[in-house]
């Protein structure tokens, strides 16, 4: 990670670790970055970067401030306005800007926001251009052979302007449509749009397909993002589903990358169990190229006994949809993913996208004509505990000798019928510790464990 951007972007709470002036800045590099490119290469357009933010309040803020930066450097804005984080890289790719930015903090509280950046493949953005704003930001940018104290001001005509874009959301979400090859007629979908970015997307592609479309928690007010609602709190559409007899039930976070499903019977389907249905179907048809799903290590024990069982190969990366979209370009691999329900297909997206994710579902279960239930029976999961340590300082808590000493202890006490994965989360002052073992008590215990060494080390905040 660097000094701002994290695994997902610069993200902080709005105006503490994230200010209007550091939006202002990166947009002040990104348009002077970008057209200075450009006239190196004989290319005197103007440089172009498309914008897309969630329902936060403060997403209008940091808006505003990129656009002034955006501008002052001579670029041309594009605004998507309230949209998704991947219909942003679907535009970005699509029409031909040098990149884009998605103002969200994703699943985060409203009072926290961030700025992801996309380069113009529409994938994110990469790490020398991240390591060049962060230069900028720290007044100690050097580029093109010189050290730049200030950026030059565009002036008179070469001053750029803002363009309102919401026809590209409209275009991403009639590319959304066009993927569904089936009929959703006659099937009860409830959506849960976490009053965030797909409250008024998800309905229209669900409706466009034939589905009976029930959506709640579309109504944000700027400070409810997220709040009890979608794939964060999805104990409300379980009950929902059962409640209101649906036949399936999505839930998206605040900017929609990622999707978790709810079966007919209100059972959670997660990011794991989304890689497991959609491989098989895919590998029985012979569309698994190569014969492969792409995991992180926090994925479960049980979802790669059924691969196994299925056949199917798998690979490993570290947390990250990021991660796992550079495995995946590199290997050329068509499913990725992570248990939270950042689910990759490559052929039609370069980013986890959440509705993207439900439409496949849908395919599968019709295809099949089978219920969301029937697609995962043999899929065992093992139980697991996942507890979040706010801590002072991530790295010297993973580097204390006693922390490591006790993580150690839980691996030989395990064996091979479980395992323990401590980690550093990558967005926020969070130590993530996590078992998984044949049985809930042994993983509590476990985890308590060592949950109690970093508290009586003192680096727990309370």
Request: proline letters at 2%.
């Amino acid at each position: 990670m660097g000094r701002y951007f994290g695994t997902d972007g610069f993200r902080g709470e709005a105006n503490r670790g994230l200010t209007a002036d550091h939006a202002y800045k990166v947009g002040r590099f990104l348009g002077w970055y970008y057209g200075e490119l450009r006239r190196r290469r004989g290319d005197n357009r103007t440089p172009r970067v498309v914008i897309g933010k969630d329902t936060r309040r403060s997403s209008y803020m940091f808006e505003y401030s990129l656009v002034g930066g955006l501008t002052a450097s001579g670029a041309e804005a594009c605004l998507m306005h309230v949209t998704t984080t991947p219909s942003v890289a679907y535009i970005a790719r699509v029409d031909d800007f040098d990149c884009g930015i998605m103002i969200s903090a994703s699943h985060n509280p409203y009072y926290d926001n961030g700025i992801k950046l996309i380069n113009a493949h529409g994938e994110k953005m990469d790490d020398e251009t991240i390591a060049l704003i962060e230069d900028f930001l720290d007044d100690r940018l050097e580029l093109f052979d010189r050290r730049w104290t200030e950026l030059p001001l565009a002036t008179r005509e070469k001053i750029g302007c803002t363009v309102d874009y919401v026809s590209g959301r409209n275009r991403y979400i009639g590319y959304l449509i066009s993927l569904g090859i089936y009929s959703f007629r006659g099937v009860k979908v409830a959506l849960d749009c976490a009053n965030g970015s797909t409250w008024n997307i998800a309905r229209s592609v669900f409706e466009a397909l034939g589905a009976k479309t029930y959506v709640i928690n579309a109504d944000p007010n700027g400070m409810n993002i997220n709040e009890n609602c979608g794939s964060t709190h999805i104990e409300h559409l379980q009950q929902y589903v059962v409640n209101n007899h649906m036949d399936v039930g999505f839930a998206y976070d605040g900017d929609a990358d990622r999707c978790l499903c709810v079966d007919e019977q209100g059972n959670v389907i997660t990011g794991d169990h989304i890689l497991y249905i959609y491989g098989k179907y895919m590998h029985e048809r012979g569309k698994l190229l190569p014969n492969t799903v792409v995991t992180t290590v926090m994925s479960n024990f049980g979802l790669y006994k059924a691969l196994d069982e299925a056949g199917i190969g798998y690979a490993q990366t570290q947390v990250g949809d990021r991660y796992v979209y550079e495995y995946m370009s590199q290997h050329g691999c068509r499913i990725g993913g992570e248990e939270s329900g950042h689910i990759i297909f490559s052929k039609y997206a370069t980013t986890g996208d959440g509705i993207l994710t439900s439409l496949k579902m849908m395919e599968v279960m019709m295809a099949k004509k089978k219920k969301m239930s029937e697609l995962y029976q043999d899929l065992e999961m093992y139980p697991h505990v996942l507890v979040n340590v706010r801590v002072q300082d991530k790295a010297s808590t993973l580097g204390d000798a006693d922390v490591q000493v006790a993580v150690e202890q839980v691996k030989a006490e395990l064996g091979d019928t479980g395992r323990i994965l401590v980690r550093e989360s990558g967005t926020e002052p969070v130590i993530r510790v996590m078992v998984e073992a044949k049985d809930q008590e042994v993983c509590q215990q476990k985890v308590d464990s060592v949950v109690q060494v970093i508290r009586d080390k003192g680096w727990a905040v309370s």
